[in-house]
């Protein structure tokens, strides 16, 4: 496993992407929204790392603005050794072949007007691939190969299930045969009998197809079934990343403590849960230090003062916290 | 059975549209106790907030209609009684804590100002009297600084403290029985843990009844007492929530649980059950459940299963068991 994951896909180094905020009549710069502020971790080949986080916490952003879908403020992102953030439209086109994305509401990303096979077709004619009659043959291997019947290429949009359209959103993704999909929240609109339909495909085309998925959720049993890694986002920076077992079973950072305790389960009944004061704070003016320092049950003094710094603790355990010392 | 405060039996709620009839709630049987908190599972479409709405006649008429059953609470029928005793009923007696926190707040109203017209409507109180109340009920939520919240906007506040708000005003005049539809399912999972004290809270504190409608069954397990799991407008199974988790009897409920992905312990592949759920329009003759079923028999296709009890708090509607 570890060998299978050493090469290295994508390189993400201190990413930021910042919104400016104005005001008055001149439109005066007063402050930024720190969306993803300083993120760096790598996703290896054929590698499901998860991504979870509050609402707010910027990782739809970061999902984003990897493929550029939103410019980076500052950082790196290097895919395959080239950095993403250099590249002039030519090159950014020849990338999001290899990089797609899966989103979160299927009835937004599917154009109403357009039938189904057309909506999985477009990426071909856009990237100008093949010709109509190879591109007609794609459609309906891809429309198998998610488990959608053929003769549902002339339907649209609005006669298919949630569960059916987050299918067809999954088809039009592995047109281009990606290396990488960052699939933002792929399940979280769908009913439970559906999601873990979808789940299973998604996992039987990650075998099938050897593709690395950046797999963002807030819900973390989805994550735990499906990524090998897990990087817990709070208020725009990564405050753990570990192998998957390892965060479950050793979590370091209070609130992924706090994440962990406050899932629901059979089996564990709210024993010794750790109830998480108040809300997220604004993005466009977090708390000093620590950003989660208000709201942590383990907090020091230096907490409110010092930023911590990103260390590896063990052998790929990377914390945030003043809590920890290399 | 004694302690029964409200019993629904019978209950079929239609929706008539120009696609057809929509059989929301078809048949609906369970009774809520005092003190409990009772559990309404199922996927979306599967009529359990119709089912919440029914017992309050809050839906649209036309195109919906209660067709059938009744709704007894003290000896008053709520799906026959008139408009005027209803109204005596709806947030007194019986109140309604909806889904989507955003968009069931007035939005250019204060929070104060929405919480005292609901205090004074039914409360003999005066205003000075109905802010203190309101200020109270925020400050039993876990809101910080509540008097200052009063003030606020619905969008000066956060998801997770819009559902405390709207928990606060189901509760500003004291119900016996409170309904809540899906208050936990907006909201991020630290906000979920706190809204699930909350309900933990009330239980103790006031002894209030509820029907919690969820279709998480993470949640039922954490919240519930009992449960009535729901699939296509009909309850199928109905029992105490930790005999529905350990010793399921319904092949839907157990499916449920199966393809939850469950964080204590690792699996390659989730069960799922396969298919969508029905089109409420046309749904499948029999057992609604059968075309997704894997125990399918014969039978299943051609008759409605009878509702069967298997032991004194256990019911469960399904051919296997016959």
């Not at chain 1, 086109?93 to 937004?108: G, M, W």
């Not at chain 1, 309906?140 to 339907?155: F, S």
């Not at chain 2, 059938?68 to 000896?75: M, W």
């Not at chain 2, 059968?290 to 039978?299: L, Q, V």
Request: charged content about 25%.
């Amino acid at each position: 496993m570890k060998q299978m994951l050493n090469q290295k896909l994508l390189k993400i180094r201190n990413l930021k992407k910042y919104y400016p905020v104005t005001a008055g009549l001149f439109s005066r710069h007063v402050g930024d929204i720190k969306a993803v502020a300083g993120v760096t971790f790598n996703i290896s080949e054929k590698e499901i790392v998860g991504l979870v986080g509050e609402s707010g916490c910027g990782k739809s952003t970061l999902g984003k603005t990897i493929l550029r879908l939103e410019e980076p403020t500052g950082g790196e992102i290097l895919y395959k050794g080239t950095d993403v953030t250099k590249l002039d439209q030519k090159g950014l086109r020849k990338l999001r072949s290899e990089i797609q994305i899966i989103f979160q509401d299927p009835d937004a990303s599917l154009d109403p007007r357009m039938n189904v096979g057309d909506s999985i077709c477009e990426p071909m004619v856009i990237q100008n691939i093949g010709d109509e009659k190879k591109r007609m043959i794609r459609v309906v291997e891809l429309m198998e190969q998610v488990g959608l019947e053929t003769r549902q290429a002339n339907l649209y949009p609005h006669e298919f299930s949630g569960g059916q359209k987050q299918r067809i959103g999954i088809a039009r993704a592995l047109a281009m045969n990606p290396k990488l999909i960052i699939a933002d929240e792929p399940v979280s609109a769908l009913d439970v009998s559906i999601q873990a339909q979808i789940l299973n495909l998604m996992m039987d085309i990650q075998e099938r197809w050897g593709l690395a998925y950046l797999f963002i959720a807030h819900d973390l049993s989805v994550v735990k079934h499906m990524a090998h890694r897990i990087a817990v986002m709070y208020l725009g920076k990564i405050v753990e990343l570990a192998d998957k077992n390892e965060i479950f079973d050793n979590p370091l950072h209070p609130y992924t403590e706090a994440l962990l305790s406050a899932v629901p389960s059979f089996k564990s009944k709210a024993k010794g849960r750790i109830l998480l004061r108040g809300d997220v704070p604004s993005p466009l003016n977090p708390p000093p230090g620590c950003h989660f320092h208000p709201r942590c049950h383990r907090v020091l003094s230096i907490c409110n003062k010092v930023k911590p710094k990103f260390i590896e603790l063990a052998d790929g355990h990377f914390v945030s916290c003043h809590l920890y010392k290399r | 059975m004694e302690n029964v405060i409200l019993k629904v039996s019978d209950l079929k709620t239609y929706f008539f549209t120009r696609g057809g009839i929509v059989k929301a709630v078809d048949g609906v049987d369970f009774e809520l106790r005092h003190g409990e908190c009772l559990c309404l599972v199922g996927e979306s479409g599967c009529g359990k907030t119709v089912t919440a709405l029914s017992i309050l006649r809050l839906f649209d008429s036309p195109p919906g209609e209660i067709v059938g059953g009744q709704i007894s609470r003290d000896g008053l029928d709520l799906a026959k009684c008139s408009l005027r005793q209803l109204r005596q009923i709806r947030g007194n007696d019986i109140a309604i804590v909806f889904q989507e926190a955003q968009s069931a707040l007035n939005p250019v109203l204060t929070i104060g100002d929405q919480i005292i017209e609901q205090i004074r409507i039914h409360m003999p109180v005066d205003y000075t009297r109905a802010r203190d109340r309101a200020a109270t009920l925020l400050k039993e939520m876990g809101i910080p600084s509540a008097e200052r919240v009063l003030s606020y906007y619905p969008h000066q506040l956060s998801g997770g403290m819009k559902q405390r708000v709207l928990i606060a005003m189901g509760l500003s005049c004291d119900p016996q029985i409170l309904i809540a539809d899906e208050p936990t399912t907006a909201v991020d999972v630290t906000i979920k843990a706190q809204i699930l004290d909350i309900f933990h809270e009330l239980k103790v504190s006031r002894q209030l009844s509820t029907i919690f409608i969820t279709h998480d069954l993470a949640v039922v397990a954490e919240i519930g007492d009992r449960a009535v799991i729901m699939y296509g407008g009909k309850d199928v199974e109905t029992a105490q929530v930790s005999e529905i988790i350990s010793n399921p009897k319904h092949p839907y409920t157990s499916g449920l649980i199966e393809c939850l992905p469950d964080v204590s312990k690792s699996t390659d592949r989730l069960t799922s059950i396969p298919g969508t759920t029905p089109n409420p329009i046309e749904m499948p003759k029999g057992c609604a459940f059968h075309p997704r079923c894997p125990k399918a028999m014969k039978i299943c296709k051609q008759q409605e299963p009878p509702e069967i009890i298997t032991s004194k708090e256990h019911k469960v509607s399904c051919h296997l068991y016959t």
